[in-house]
């Protein structure tokens, strides 16, 4: 379900889909290292440092719905010919604002803008959002530095 929703928009043109897992989870912290395993398991072979931004991005992604959401979540891992899509469905409204001013916390999105040439939330036409990110199924480029910042505070300063 939220794999379709996004692929038409996550995966590069010619880059074709070979498939697609689901896993529905509640909305319980605990469940973010059963969502890591379940990529895990469906991860095609990828590059070490390939495989482990997997794994970080699919923890920040389900923690944040986790914490923000508190709805049923579903992960969808997308196995493309050149690339991985990893998203998270829920049943919340995308945020209209940054939730994260004058606390800390909040890195969570930038990282994944950071570490992941594509990701997006997007809303979902049968409610709630799919957050996605996209990696190469090769070896990763480096963000630039300070792209890891929250939105509106810019760089290194």
């Known amino acids: ?17 070979r498939t697609c897992h689901h896993l529905h989870l509640d909305p319980l912290p605990q469940l973010v290292t ?6 895990r398991e469906h991860a095609p072979p990828l590059p070490e440092e390939t495989a482990h931004v997997l794994l970080l991005l699919t923890s920040e992604l389900v923690t944040n719905a986790v914490l923000h959401a508190r709805t049923a979540i579903e992960v969808g891992i997308a196995i493309a010919e050149h ?3 990893v998203t998270v469905h829920d049943q919340d409204l995308p945020a209209r604002q940054w939730p994260y001013d004058g606390r800390e916390g909040g890195w969570g999105l930038g ?16 409610g709630g959002k799919t957050a996605w990110f996209l990696l190469p199924r090769g070896e990763l480029a480096v963000g630039e530095a300070g792209s890891a910042a929250r939105p509106g505070q810019g760089g290194s300063g």
């Open 1 to 17: 379900m939220s794999c379709q929703h996004v692929l038409r928009e996550a995966l590069p043109p010619g880059d074709s889909l």
């Open 34 to 39: 059963e969502a890591r395993s379940f990529v």
């Open 83 to 85: 690339s991985v899509v």
């Open 111 to 126: 990282l994944v803008a950071a570490l992941a040439p594509s990701s997006a939330m997007s809303p979902h036409p049968g």
